[in-house]
């Protein structure tokens, strides 16, 4: 498991609240931060998402484990030969928040935990799904995003030389309206096996 907030994590009063909320509402998830979770330094890959589903990650306090996101996401890397050996994954912000959409705030609150597992994981690739995981991750490495824009499909080279993936998220938003295709996210995927990071 990676560095995470504690279980009562108060920093972002709005996500502590929805949390609370949610242990009334759902009181059979796990309402709680979700912290990063598989092969730990082991890992060829580090993939970084937006936040936990409500009734995905947040119901089984595992990152991608529970919704759709996660099904297309396990179901293309399985597809180009990966296996939970070799993955780590993980999101910029640890809880859930309100329709999904965090606050600049609470992606700064949750800064120093994505840097500490940029520091503790050292996958010599790392996959962004969607802008604010891109841009959190370039942050936590003390880069600009203005020097290195988010595009789907682009490749960022990262100061200690590690290379960064961009992806369209692949949230069930996305995939219902085309914006990105089950074609699409393969590629990528298969970029970064091509690249050499792939599973030995």
């Known amino acids: 498991m990676s560095p995470g907030p504690a279980a ?10 929805f949390r609370a909320a949610n242990r ?13 979770h598989g092969a730990g330094p082991a890992a ?10 409500l009734r995905g990650a947040n119901r089984t ?24 050996a070799d993955i780590h994954v993980t999101n910029a912000v640890k809880c859930v928040p309100p ?16 840097r500490a597992e940029l520091a503790a994981l050292p996958a010599p690739a790392i996959l962004a799904l969607g802008r ?15 020097g290195h824009p988010f595009a789907h499909g682009a490749i960022h080279v990262l100061g200690d030389g590690r290379r960064l993936f961009d992806s369209y998220h692949c949230s069930r938003y996305n995939v219902a309206t085309g914006r990105l295709t089950p074609a699409m ?16």
């Open 61 to 84: 306090g595992l990152p991608f484990r529970g919704d759709r996101s996660g099904d297309l996401l396990w179901e293309t890397l399985a597809q180009a030969g990966w296996t939970d």
């Open 132 to 146: 604010v995981a891109h841009d959190a991750i370039l942050r936590a490495a003390g880069l600009k995003p203005s």
């Open 44 to 53: 060829r890959l580090l993939i970084v998402g937006l936040a936990p589903g």
């Open 99 to 114: 329709e999904n959409k965090p606050l600049p705030a609470e992606i700064a609150a949750c800064a120093p935990f994505l």
């Open 24 to 36: 009334t509402s759902l009181p059979d998830f796990h309402n709680a931060p979700v912290r990063g």
């Open 185 to 200: 996210f393969r590629a990528v995927i298969g970029t970064i096996s091509a690249a050499g990071a792939a599973a030995s």
């Open 8 to 17: 009562d994590c108060p920093f972002c009063p709005r996500l502590a609240a």
